[in-house]
């Protein structure tokens, strides 16, 4: 694993959303979670690329967004959500969320990723005991530039601008991942592992097991 001189790490600009959901949509083609959520296997390639971008604009405004470069292609991204999320009404969850998603992608879809938003929510704030929480997450580097650190500057970027806020509002930090390869990435950023847990379990759905991760709060 090499360092990689040529990688750019700036903050995701409106122009860049489609050629990230892309990276998005390959990194996490083969993920349960987001199998789970999107579960017409015709059409899921499409169907993540549309989440994706829709979910890119949606936290756009906070602008905490990354994205990586090589030679002006981008080849990763990371999100970073404050406590609450993006602030909205729920005519604007309906316009930007709802209607859309049961539009393309049919109800099916809209009712599984609402449901697994909530699945998460509530096992994010059982492990920090109902307090509020910054949450890391869709970090994901194109699968032909994996291995190579893009990701871990990605988190080092999204953890340096979160102990920015932390300086003013201290909350633990959370995340999930679907892959337990991935937690050295996120144990060397001071992580740790807090449960592993299986989410989506229904009647005819056996889920898909994710681990669970929290950084402390660090005392000032
Ligand atoms: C997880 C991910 C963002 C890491 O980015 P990366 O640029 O590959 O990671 P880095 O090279 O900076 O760091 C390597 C660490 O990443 C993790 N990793 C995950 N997938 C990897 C892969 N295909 N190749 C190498 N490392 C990988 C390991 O923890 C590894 O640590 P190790 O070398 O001690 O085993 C990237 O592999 C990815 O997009 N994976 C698919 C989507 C995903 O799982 N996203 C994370 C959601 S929580």
Known sequence: MGDSPEIVIRKLAAGDIPATARVLADAFADNPAYAWMHPRASTRERDLRAFFERNLRWHLPLDLTWVATRDGEIVGTSTLEPPGGVPSSTRAAVTHWLVPTVRHQGVRTFLRTAAAGREFGERYRALVGGARYYHV???????????????SKLVAATLDACERLLARDPAPVVLST???????????????????????????????????????ARPR
Do not use: K
Request: hydrophobic letters at 35%.
């Open 178 to 216: 679907q892959r337990e390869r991935n937690l050295p990435l996120y144990q060397r950023a001071g992580f740790a592992l807090r449960e592993d847990h299986r989410m989506g379990v229904r009647r005819r759905s056996p889920g898909y097991r994710s681990w669970f991760m929290v950084r402390e």
């Open 137 to 151: 997450h869709a970090v994901a580097v194109a699968p032909s530039c994996q291995g190579r650190g893009v990701g």
